[in-house]
C-alpha cells in the first residue's frame, strides 16, 4: 500500500511538472499553425498598444452647446464600449469629437461598423413624425423566448420620459390595426416593426431579426443616431501606443524580478511549502495570461494593477494556509493531520477576504465605465484564479511532496508562541497619526485651490489639456522620441504626464499635455525647430476636453459607493455583526483619505490610474482586515477567554507576520514597477507604494481599535 501511494503521489508531482511547462508554452509560443502565444495575443489598451484615432465635425452653423456637446461625447463613448471598455471619446476644439478604440489597425473597417452619425427618426403610417433620436435612452440587441418557447433575436428600446408619451400616444393610434412604425436613419428606411399593442411605459421589442448580429447592427444604428448632434468623418488615422515601448518592456521585467524576490522570500521564510507556493504563483501567471487572451479581455495599466492585487492576494492565501500549518505542528500534532487543519482553519480568512473583493470587483464591472471595467475585469479574474491555486493546486502538491516522504516538521517550520502586542493601549496614538495625515492632506488641498483654482495635480484625463501635432521632417523612431523628445517636453512644461502617439504611414506625432500657456507653447514650438529642424507651419495645437467626462466620474463614484455598501453588507451576513463591517468600512476610508493626501502634497499627478490606484487599495485594505477580524471571530468563542483587549490584542499578535509578510511580497511587485517603469508608470507605482503601506497600518493599527469601540458603544444584552 505504501508502495502505491508513493507511486501515485510521484504521478501527481509529474504531471503537475507537466501542466506547468505546459501552460507555459501556452502562454509563450500558443499551439496551432499560426501561433503566437496567449501572451503576444492579449489584447492592449491605447496606452499600451495604441489603435485607431476618428476625428468627427459638428455638422451646422454656428458653435454647438457645450451640453449638446457633453451629451454627444457620453452616447459615443457608451456606442464605442462595444468595441472596447477601453475606448476614449474626447472634444477637440469647439465642434469636434475625437474617437479611439484601441486593438485594432483598419479605420475603414471601424467607419464602417460605427457608422456614420447622423438623424434618426420614426413615423407613422402617414409619414408623420412620431419621434426623433434624442428621445432613445437606450438600445440594446437581446434574445428572448417567443410564445412557441424558441429562442428569437430582438431589439429593445427604453424611451427618455418626453419620448414615452410621445410613443404611447402614437402606438395607442397604431395598433388599432396593427400599422407599422418606420425608423428612418439619415431619409432611409432600415426598419418597419408593426404595433401590435399599446406601448404605455417606454419599454418596447422590436423582433424579427435572423440573428443577433443583425439585432446588434440595428441597435448600433439607432444608438449612434440618437445624438444630440450630426457629425461628419474629419480625418481617421492608425495611432500608436501612449506611453511608448518601453511600458510594456518594463512592465514586463518589473513582473520578472518581482516574482524572483517573491519566489526567495517565500522559500527563505516557509521552507518546502514556501517552495509550493512558488509553483502554485507560476501556475497563477501562466493561467492569467491565457485566460485574458480567452475572455478577450483588453489589457491596459489599470489592468496590471488589478494583476498585481491578484498576486498579492494569493500571495496572501498561502502565507495564511502555512501560518496556520505552523501553529498547529506547535501542538505536537503530525504534519499531516496539521496540514489538514491548516487548511481547514485558513479557509473562512480565505474565502471572506476574496469574497469580499470579488464582490467589489463584481459591482465595479457592472456599474463602472472605460478603465474602471478593465480594471474589475482583470481583478475579478485574478481573485478566482488565485483562490483556485492556493485552495486546490498548493493543498494538491503540499499532499504529493508528503507522500513521497517529505513530511517532516523540519521542513514546515513550527510556530513560536509570541507575546500579545498592546495594540488597543496606543490607538488614541494612531488615531492622532491618522487624523494629521488627513487633515494636512485636506490644508494642502485647500491652499492649492485657492492659487492654482485645483485642489489636486489633475492630468488631461480629468481637465483635458493641449493635443500638439507636429509634422517631422523625418519618420521618428517611438524610442527616439521616448528618449529624446518627451524628455525635453516634459522639462518645459515640469510635467511628466506627456503622451505620445505616432500616426502610422506618416511622420506626424500627437503628443497630449496639460493645458498649455502661450509662453509653454512658444518653447516648446522653439525647441522643436531648432532640435529637429520641423518648420514653424507643421506644428498645430488644439485644447482638447478631458477624456473621463463628468458622468463617467459620477459613474465611478457611485460604482465605488454601491461597492462599498455590498462589502458592508456581506461582512454584517457573515461576521453576523455589523459593527466588523462598520470598522472595515471605516478603515477602508481613512485608506483612501490618506492616499488622497499624499496625493495632493507630493503634486501626483491625478489620472486614469488614479482610479486604479483607489481601487487597488479598497481591495488590499478590505482583504488584510478580514485576515484579521476572522481570528477575532475564532478567538471570540475559545473556552477560556480573555478580557475583550486581551482577546484583540492577541489575534492582532497571531496574523501579525501575516499582515507583514503579504505587505512585503505585493509592495515588492509595486516597487520594481517603479524602479524599472517609464515616468507614467512611476506615477501610478508610487501612490500605490503608500496605499499598500498605509492599508496595512490601519488593519493592524486602526480597524481593531474601531471595533473595541463601536463594540463597547453599541453593546448587546448578551455582551453585557
Not at 410 to 423: R, S, Y
Not at 429 to 448: D, E
Not at 490 to 508: L, M, W
Not at 515 to 522: N, P, S
Request: hydrophobic share 50%; net charge negative.
Amino acid at each position: 500500500m505504501m508502495a502505491k501511494s508513493k507511486f501515485g503521489s510521484a504521478l501527481v508531482l509529474a504531471l503537475t511538472l507537466i501542466v506547468l511547462v505546459l501552460f507555459g508554452y501556452t502562454a509563450v509560443y500558443g499551439w496551432g499553425q499560426n501561433a503566437s502565444g496567449s501572451g503576444k495575443s492579449i489584447k492592449l489598451g491605447l496606452d499600451l498598444a495604441g489603435g485607431v484615432s476618428i476625428t468627427y465635425q459638428v455638422v451646422g452653423e454656428g458653435t454647438p452647446s457645450a451640453e449638446d456637446m457633453s451629451d454627444t461625447i457620453y452616447k459615443l463613448q457608451k456606442r464605442v464600449q462595444t468595441y472596447s471598455t477601453e475606448a476614449q471619446v474626447y472634444q477637440e476644439g469647439d465642434d469636434r469629437i475625437s474617437i479611439e478604440i484601441p486593438g485594432v489597425t483598419d479605420a475603414n473597417e471601424i467607419l464602417a461598423e460605427l457608422g456614420k452619425p447622423g438623424s434618426l427618426e420614426f413615423f407613422d403610417k402617414n409619414g408623420e413624425l412620431v419621434l426623433e433620436g434624442t428621445d432613445v435612452k437606450e438600445a440594446q440587441a437581446a434574445t428572448q423566448q417567443d410564445q412557441m418557447g424558441k429562442s428569437q433575436y430582438v431589439v429593445r428600446l427604453t424611451l427618455t420620459d418626453e419620448g414615452i408619451q410621445k410613443f404611447a400616444q402614437a402606438t395607442m393610434a397604431a395598433a388599432i390595426n396593427h400599422d407599422v412604425i418606420m425608423i428612418c436613419y439619415d431619409g432611409q428606411i432600415i426598419s418597419y416593426p408593426s404595433v401590435t399593442e399599446p406601448i404605455l411605459d417606454g419599454n418596447c421589442v422590436i423582433t424579427g431579426m435572423a440573428s443577433f448580429e443583425e439585432a446588434e447592427e440595428l441597435a448600433s444604428t439607432i444608438r449612434i443616431g440618437g445624438l444630440s448632434l450630426t457629425l461628419e468623418e474629419l480625418r481617421s488615422n492608425v495611432v500608436g501606443a501612449q506611453l511608448g515601448t518601453d511600458a510594456i518592456n518594463t512592465a514586463l521585467k518589473a513582473g520578472a524580478i518581482g516574482f524572483a524576490i517573491i519566489a526567495v522570500f517565500m522559500i527563505a521564510v516557509y521552507f518546502l511549502p514556501g517552495f509550493v507556493a512558488v509553483l502554485a504563483l507560476g501556475l497563477y501567471v501562466e493561467l492569467i495570461i491565457i485566460l485574458l487572451d480567452a475572455f478577450n479581455i483588453t489589457l491596459t495599466l489599470p489592468g496590471i494593477a488589478g494583476i498585481i492585487l491578484g498576486i498579492g492576494m494569493a500571495v496572501d492565501a498561502n502565507v495564511i494556509i502555512f501560518a496556520r500549518i505552523r501553529e498547529e505542528l506547535a501542538t505536537g500534532k503530525t504534519t499531516r493531520s496539521s496540514v489538514k487543519i491548516g487548511f481547514g482553519k485558513a479557509y473562512s480568512a480565505i474565502i471572506d477576504g476574496n469574497v469580499t473583493t470579488l464582490i467589489a470587483a463584481i459591482v465595479l464591472g457592472v456599474m463602472g465605465t472605460g478603465p474602471i471595467k478593465g480594471f474589475a475585469s482583470t481583478l475579478a479574474l485574478g481573485i478566482v484564479v488565485s483562490m483556485f491555486t492556493a485552495l486546490f493546486i498548493t493543498r494538491m502538491i503540499l499532499s504529493a511532496l508528503m507522500g513521497i516522504g517529505l513530511n517532516s516538521p523540519k521542513l514546515f517550520g513550527i510556530a513560536k508562541e509570541k507575546k500579545a502586542k498592546d495594540f488597543l493601549k496606543k490607538k488614541n496614538l494612531f488615531f492622532a497619526i491618522s487624523a494629521a495625515a488627513i487633515l494636512a492632506g485636506f490644508v494642502v488641498m485647500g491652499v492649492q485651490k485657492a492659487n492654482t483654482g485645483n485642489a489636486l495635480n489633475y492630468s488631461l484625463d480629468f481637465v483635458g489639456g493641449t493635443q500638439t501635432t507636429v509634422n517631422f521632417s523625418e519618420d521618428l523612431s517611438i524610442a527616439t522620441l521616448d528618449s529624446e523628445v518627451v524628455p525635453k517636453i516634459e522639462e518645459i512644461i515640469q510635467d511628466a504626464n506627456v503622451q505620445s502617439q505616432k500616426v502610422a504611414g506618416s511622420n506626424q506625432v500627437i503628443f497630449k499635455t496639460k493645458t498649455l500657456t502661450v509662453e509653454e507653447r512658444e518653447s516648446i514650438d522653439d525647441m522643436l525647430q531648432t532640435e529637429f529642424n520641423v518648420a514653424n507651419d507643421a506644428i498645430t495645437a488644439e485644447t482638447i476636453s478631458s477624456t473621463i467626462s463628468s458622468e463617467m466620474q459620477a459613474d465611478a463614484i457611485w460604482s465605488v459607493i454601491v461597492a462599498t455598501l455590498c462589502m458592508l453588507v456581506y461582512i454584517w451576513f457573515r461576521f453576523k455583526d455589523i459593527r466588523f463591517g462598520a470598522s472595515a468600512v471605516t478603515a477602508l476610508v481613512h485608506d483612501v483619505l490618506v492616499v488622497l493626501a499624499f496625493y495632493a502634497v507630493a503634486r501626483v499627478s491625478v489620472g486614469s490610474t488614479f482610479i486604479a490606484c483607489m481601487l487597488t487599495i479598497v481591495g488590499y485594505s478590505i482583504n488584510a482586515t478580514i485576515v484579521i477580524f476572522d481570528r477575532i471571530r475564532e478567538n471570540m468563542y475559545e473556552v477560556n477567554r480573555d478580557t475583550m483587549e486581551e482577546m484583540v490584542n492577541k489575534s492582532i499578535t497571531q496574523t501579525l507576520s501575516r499582515s507583514i509578510f503579504t505587505s512585503l511580497t505585493t509592495f515588492i511587485m509595486v516597487a520594481a514597477l517603479y524602479i524599472y517603469g517609464v515616468s507614467s508608470i512611476r506615477e501610478f507605482a508610487l501612490p500605490l507604494m503608500v496605499g499598500i503601506l498605509c492599508g496595512t497600518y490601519s488593519s493592524i493599527c486602526l480597524a481593531s481599535a474601531f471595533w473595541t469601540i463601536l463594540r463597547n458603544k453599541f453593546a448587546v444584552k448578551e455582551e453585557k
